[in-house]
């Protein structure tokens, strides 16, 4: 049995009317997202300058950033010069994103920005096991022009290209980012929620300081990472290379 306490038992009418009777706040609050997403679709734009960022190739142009198409999302990561782990929070968030190919056929495409020195920056992504495409800005600007100063918090910014004019159309930070994330959705569908001290919780359900259930980066590393494979993470080096799902050793 459970040391914590436990929500009431009552009779399957009595849960299905409170059922239904919540269900009634989630559906108006899936329309109050879904009006948030048209006023968002109706939302003027800026036009940015030519920006330069350096990529894993060397010196790009936002625009070539795009990659061709027509939407951009970037995630800006945090970064703290000469630290070994960077911010567990971001390392966590990008790490969900393994698959984005389903953008393609939205004309889209979503990466990393970092503050930090692209050499930096790409051994980090390697080290952790980071699937996204990663470009620094800590030659340019850009971040700090967006919202994602050196030294500052985590973004997203959205953009659209119109030929080779780069507008921006979107921002966000702190927990309005938690739209992107599937972890804390699943979290919130749980008994005991985040267990976080801030959360509205019953009397006596556990709690936790905030963050304190989080992963850290090493932790994110030791799933995801080693990426020191030529064909990423799924390559003969990456963290799946002896089908066993458990992380191989760096070589």
């Given at each position: 049995?459970?040391?914590h ?11 299905e ?7 009634a706040r989630?559906?108006?609050a ?6 948030i ?6 939302l003027?734009m800026?036009?940015?300058?030519d920006y330069t ?17 027509s939407q951009?999302?970037?995630y ?14 971001c ?25 930090g020195p ?33 030294g ?6 959205v953009f659209?290209r119109?030929?080779?004019?780069v507008?921006?159309?979107w ?6 980012v938690?739209q992107l994330?599937?972890?804390?959705p ?10 976080e001290?801030w959360?509205d919780s ?11 259930r989080w992963?850290r980066s090493?932790d994110?590393?030791a799933?995801?990472g ?18 066993s ?6 070589r």
């Amino acid at each position: 049995m459970t040391a914590h306490p436990l929500p009431p038992v009552v009779d399957a009418a009595t849960w299905e009317r409170r059922l239904q009777a919540l269900r009634a706040r989630e559906k108006a609050a899936t329309r109050e997202l879904d009006a948030i997403a048209a006023e968002r679709r109706r939302l003027p734009m800026v036009q940015l300058p030519d920006y330069t960022l350096d990529g894993e190739d060397g010196p790009v142009r936002l625009v070539d950033v795009f990659d061709g198409r027509s939407q951009l999302i970037v995630y800006h990561h945090m970064w703290f010069p000469g630290e070994e782990w960077q911010c567990p929070g971001c390392t966590g968030f990008t790490a969900q994103f393994t698959r984005l190919d389903f953008l393609d056929a939205y004309d889209a495409r979503f990466v990393v920005v970092t503050q930090g020195p692209i050499e930096e920056a790409l051994a980090y992504r390697r080290r952790v096991g980071n699937r996204m495409t990663w470009y620094s800005t800590a030659r340019s600007s850009f971040g700090a022009d967006v919202g994602a100063p050196p030294g500052g918090g985590f973004a997203v910014n959205v953009f659209l290209r119109d030929g080779d004019t780069v507008h921006r159309t979107w921002h966000t930070g702190g927990r309005g980012v938690e739209q992107l994330t599937h972890t804390f959705p699943l979290i919130d569908l749980l008994p005991y929620g985040r267990q976080e001290e801030w959360q509205d919780s019953p009397e006596g359900w556990p709690q936790s300081p905030t963050y304190s259930r989080w992963p850290r980066s090493e932790d994110i590393a030791a799933l995801y990472g080693p990426d020191d494979g030529p064909e990423g993470p799924d390559g003969p080096d990456g963290p799946d290379a002896d089908g066993s799902g458990r992380p191989t050793q760096g070589r």
